[in-house]
């Protein structure tokens, strides 16, 4: 029996830490692994690793894991082969868009396919056929925002400046919580390390969020702000920025910072102060720390991504940076120099080209709001979905209001899921396509590359043989295509393998073949543990694509946007209010089927402040009753003064016990979704986003 090491990154979150993967080859060819462990050669992650990487494994070996395509028969499923699932598939989906319209197909891809380079370079193989409108992914739930706003002011939705962590010497945090993501757009492992380093240097940080959370508990500062109002905190020290002449000039070109000035002049600290919770005088007094320091950044999150006011809150990010002089600077925020250039080889993107069918909501980059999926399903006329195709995503437990996209899809004449499992979505579909497991198949990070908080490449090889008649994602979507193609009478251009794909991105590159670096696919098996292409610099006035060529500050959308949130009316006194949470052992709604990464004290509970749970009369553990607008959930109570008064916290992504779900693990575990209580009425007004924090809820006794 043979011994062999592997290196490898990690895919399951953000952080794509370096890996050294153990495995032994058994005589009768099979090959098991041993141990899974941070690879201390890596140079960007550092011999960092996380439990979720070692949970790698338990996917390879879980006995639920699809292995080969299934079909339900009569409410059971039966195993199918590949060629006559990609027949089925075509033929009911040419039917239905015969009668009904081509966009009576719908599209959901999920959060794991932007960790999945065959996703990324061939799914719209197939799905570019269908020349449906009705497209959505998880981007709607989560970092929308993000990419209107640097599609708005830079030119292109992925020019998106990241937090330069290992030279700042002020980080201020609203909404994130990295101990716990390992970072979001911003791709930075290792990274309780680097914010002991930026400690350690003399610089300060200070995190903003309704919940102490565990990188709030590490912080120098930790302010509480209500949810869905960081805007408020924001606009204050903007315009304390502005009023206290705090603002540095930038050599950066930029045009309508006089109308920014002129927008923001009447929400002043103290105007801001009762709305957010945050007094003036803390206000004003971080406005000059951050002004002071010798280099500053401002990050937000999840928290202010998935809220009312996202794409206002990320704009108000961009101009603090802008004006004190840290966007596109040294310890300030700075755009990636990828070795797979996105940005210079693709077009910034559109928005508002096309709109929802029944709310008018608008697109993004040829997706619409994923809040609008359920109703559109269920409404019915002319352009109404009457079936779907889901990749990699569970939208009934990490959308808004999934009860009701429950229910809508038990409506669909057809469903086909590209999936690892039977789970709270796919149970609803009549195919199933699983792809290789993740150590099956080759990996490039085309995505994270660009949100990485240093300029980093590697490629990983499979550590895994490919089991006889399975398909790599990609492949299934090459033969989806075929299928539909040849059941249409339509032309198919040949298309090459990722593989060469990512080769010629490299050789195109920054660092490719006109470079002293001569980065190719070929560079990169020579390197198993990843090759690191220097800090982040600035660059961003020369990779600018707005029409102008000069940063857009005022954008008219955005700067309207301040009269919806002046005239928004507040909560009333008492009334709680959600938020989300998040854990290092999970993440969204798939990592709770493996027993390394449930095990340990519960995490599914909503957490209440110890006043708000005395004042409705409950104790500390006991069972409540939570109840929305759109959905009510029975789940364990939890006294925490990490909470923010009149704020309750609840994880998504639990709530597994429902019928037909064939995950053992996961069914056991108690816990409710909290996305039976978000509300898809409750939308960033500007770009669509859910916002799933800040939803009105009612807590009572079970």
């Given at each position: 029996m043979t011994k062999t090491l592997h290196h490898r990154a990690c895919h399951l979150c953000e952080a794509i830490c370096g890996l050294t993967i153990e495995t032994q080859d058994h005589e009768d060819g099979s090959r098991q692994i041993?141990?899974?462990?941070?690879?201390?050669?890596?140079?960007?992650?550092?011999?960092?690793?996380?439990?979720?990487?070692?949970?790698?494994?338990?996917?390879?070996?879980?006995?639920?894991?699809?292995?080969?395509?299934?079909?339900?028969?009569?409410?059971?499923w039966q195993p199918i082969g590949w060629d006559e699932?990609?027949?089925?598939?075509?033929?009911?989906?040419?039917?239905?868009?015969?009668?009904?319209?081509?966009?009576?197909?719908?599209?959901?891809?999920?959060?794991?396919?932007?960790?999945?380079?065959g996703l990324m370079t061939h799914?719209?193989?197939?799905?570019?056929?269908?020349?449906?409108?009705?497209?959505?992914?998880?981007?709607?739930?989560?970092?929308?925002?993000?990419?209107?706003?640097?599609?708005?002011?830079?030119?292109?939705?992925?020019?998106?400046?990241?937090?330069?962590?290992?030279?700042?010497?002020?980080?201020?945090?609203?909404?994130?919580?990295p101990l716990a993501s390992n970072g979001s757009i911003m791709t930075v492992p290792d990274v309780e390390k680097r914010l002991k380093a930026l400690k350690a240097r003399g610089g300060k940080l200070v995190v903003v969020d309704p919940r102490r959370s565990e990188t709030a508990a590490m912080a120098d500062q930790h302010l509480f702000v209500r949810p869905g109002n960081d805007a408020?905190?924001?606009?204050g020290l903007l315009n304390t920025l502005f009023d206290e002449g705090l603002t540095r000039e930038s050599p950066l070109p930029v045009n309508g910072m006089e109308q920014v000035k002129q927008a923001i002049a009447s929400f002043t600290a103290e105007s801001m102060a009762a709305r957010c919770g945050v007094a003036a005088a803390e206000i004003r007094q971080l406005a000059r720390d951050f002004a002071a320091a010798e280099s500053a950044v401002c990050y937000g999150r999840m928290g202010v991504s998935t809220q009312a006011y996202g794409s206002l809150c990320h704009w108000l990010i961009q101009l603090i940076n802008l004006v004190t002089g840290n966007l596109d600077r040294v310890g300030g925020t700075l755009c990636t120099s990828p070795a797979v250039d996105l940005v210079a080889?693709?077009?910034g993107g559109h928005f508002n080209v096309w709109q929802s069918r029944v709310s008018g909501l608008p697109e993004y980059g040829g997706e619409l709001p994923v809040a609008a999926l359920a109703e559109e399903m269920l409404t019915p006329g002319e352009g109404q979905i009457k079936a779907l195709i889901s990749v990699a995503g569970n939208p009934v437990l990490s959308t808004p209001n999934g009860g009701q996209l429950e229910r809508a899809l038990d409506g669909l004449e057809f469903m086909v899921s590209v999936d690892l499992y039977i789970n709270e979505t796919t149970r609803h579909a009549d195919l199933i396509l699983p792809p290789t497991a993740p150590l099956e198949h080759d990996h490039y990070d085309t995505t994270f590359n660009v949100f990485a908080v240093r300029n980093v490449t590697r490629f990983n090889q499979p550590v895994l043989a490919k089991p006889e008649g399975a398909l790599d994602d990609?492949?299934?979507?090459?033969?989806?295509?075929?299928?539909?193609?040849?059941?249409?009478?339509?032309?198919?251009k040949p298309t090459m393998a990722p593989q060469q794909m990512i080769d010629m991105g490299l050789r195109a590159g920054p660092y490719g073949d006109r470079s002293e670096h001569k980065l190719s696919l070929a560079a990169l098996h020579e390197a198993p543990h990843?090759?690191?292409?220097?800090?982040?610099?600035?660059?961003?006035?020369?990779?600018?694509?707005?029409?102008?060529?000069?940063?857009?500050?005022?954008?008219?959308?955005?700067?309207a946007d301040l009269a919806r949130f002046a005239a928004e009316p507040q909560p009333s006194a008492g009334e709680l209010v959600l938020i989300g949470r998040r854990h290092v052992r999970s993440n969204n709604s798939w990592m709770h089927n493996y027993q390394r990464l449930v095990k340990g004290k519960p995490r599914h509970q909503l957490l209440m402040h110890p006043d708000d749970m005395a004042g409705r009369g409950l104790a500390d553990g006991q069972r409540v009753r939570v109840q929305s607008?759109?959905?009510?959930?029975?789940?364990?109570?939890?006294?925490?003064?990490?909470?923010?008064?009149?704020?309750?916290?609840?994880?998504?992504?639990?709530?597994?016990?429902?019928?037909?779900?064939?995950?053992?693990?996961?069914?056991?575990?108690?816990?409710a979704s909290a996305n039976d209580l978000t509300d898809e009425r409750q939308l960033d007004a500007v770009s669509g986003n859910a916002a799933l924090n800040g939803v009105p809820v009612r807590v009572e006794a079970a």
């Amino acid at each position: 029996m043979t011994k062999t090491l592997h290196h490898r990154a990690c895919h399951l979150c953000e952080a794509i830490c370096g890996l050294t993967i153990e495995t032994q080859d058994h005589e009768d060819g099979s090959r098991q692994i041993l141990s899974i462990k941070g690879d201390a050669q890596d140079s960007f992650s550092r011999g960092h690793i996380c439990p979720k990487a070692v949970a790698l494994q338990d996917i390879q070996n879980d006995p639920d894991r699809l292995r080969q395509p299934v079909r339900k028969v009569d409410g059971q499923w039966q195993p199918i082969g590949w060629d006559e699932a990609f027949e089925l598939v075509a033929e009911r989906l040419s039917a239905i868009q015969a009668e009904h319209g081509k966009n009576a197909v719908a599209v959901y891809q999920g959060n794991p396919s932007v960790h999945n380079y065959g996703l990324m370079t061939h799914s719209n193989y197939f799905l570019g056929q269908l020349k449906t409108r009705n497209r959505f992914s998880a981007t709607s739930v989560d970092q929308l925002p993000h990419h209107l706003t640097s599609y708005l002011m830079y030119g292109h939705g992925l020019l998106l400046p990241i937090p330069d962590i290992d030279h700042t010497q002020f980080m201020l945090i609203l909404g994130g919580n990295p101990l716990a993501s390992n970072g979001s757009i911003m791709t930075v492992p290792d990274v309780e390390k680097r914010l002991k380093a930026l400690k350690a240097r003399g610089g300060k940080l200070v995190v903003v969020d309704p919940r102490r959370s565990e990188t709030a508990a590490m912080a120098d500062q930790h302010l509480f702000v209500r949810p869905g109002n960081d805007a408020a905190l924001l606009l204050g020290l903007l315009n304390t920025l502005f009023d206290e002449g705090l603002t540095r000039e930038s050599p950066l070109p930029v045009n309508g910072m006089e109308q920014v000035k002129q927008a923001i002049a009447s929400f002043t600290a103290e105007s801001m102060a009762a709305r957010c919770g945050v007094a003036a005088a803390e206000i004003r007094q971080l406005a000059r720390d951050f002004a002071a320091a010798e280099s500053a950044v401002c990050y937000g999150r999840m928290g202010v991504s998935t809220q009312a006011y996202g794409s206002l809150c990320h704009w108000l990010i961009q101009l603090i940076n802008l004006v004190t002089g840290n966007l596109d600077r040294v310890g300030g925020t700075l755009c990636t120099s990828p070795a797979v250039d996105l940005v210079a080889n693709t077009s910034g993107g559109h928005f508002n080209v096309w709109q929802s069918r029944v709310s008018g909501l608008p697109e993004y980059g040829g997706e619409l709001p994923v809040a609008a999926l359920a109703e559109e399903m269920l409404t019915p006329g002319e352009g109404q979905i009457k079936a779907l195709i889901s990749v990699a995503g569970n939208p009934v437990l990490s959308t808004p209001n999934g009860g009701q996209l429950e229910r809508a899809l038990d409506g669909l004449e057809f469903m086909v899921s590209v999936d690892l499992y039977i789970n709270e979505t796919t149970r609803h579909a009549d195919l199933i396509l699983p792809p290789t497991a993740p150590l099956e198949h080759d990996h490039y990070d085309t995505t994270f590359n660009v949100f990485a908080v240093r300029n980093v490449t590697r490629f990983n090889q499979p550590v895994l043989a490919k089991p006889e008649g399975a398909l790599d994602d990609w492949e299934i979507f090459v033969g989806l295509a075929r299928a539909f193609a040849a059941k249409n009478g339509t032309e198919l251009k040949p298309t090459m393998a990722p593989q060469q794909m990512i080769d010629m991105g490299l050789r195109a590159g920054p660092y490719g073949d006109r470079s002293e670096h001569k980065l190719s696919l070929a560079a990169l098996h020579e390197a198993p543990h990843g090759i690191d292409l220097g800090p982040l610099r600035p660059n961003l006035a020369a990779r600018l694509k707005t029409d102008s060529k000069a940063i857009e500050a005022a954008p008219q959308l955005l700067v309207a946007d301040l009269a919806r949130f002046a005239a928004e009316p507040q909560p009333s006194a008492g009334e709680l209010v959600l938020i989300g949470r998040r854990h290092v052992r999970s993440n969204n709604s798939w990592m709770h089927n493996y027993q390394r990464l449930v095990k340990g004290k519960p995490r599914h509970q909503l957490l209440m402040h110890p006043d708000d749970m005395a004042g409705r009369g409950l104790a500390d553990g006991q069972r409540v009753r939570v109840q929305s607008r759109v959905g009510m959930i029975e789940v364990e109570a939890v006294a925490s003064d990490e909470m923010m008064p009149s704020v309750v916290s609840l994880p998504h992504g639990w709530g597994h016990a429902r019928p037909g779900v064939q995950m053992g693990i996961a069914s056991a575990q108690p816990g409710a979704s909290a996305n039976d209580l978000t509300d898809e009425r409750q939308l960033d007004a500007v770009s669509g986003n859910a916002a799933l924090n800040g939803v009105p809820v009612r807590v009572e006794a079970a």
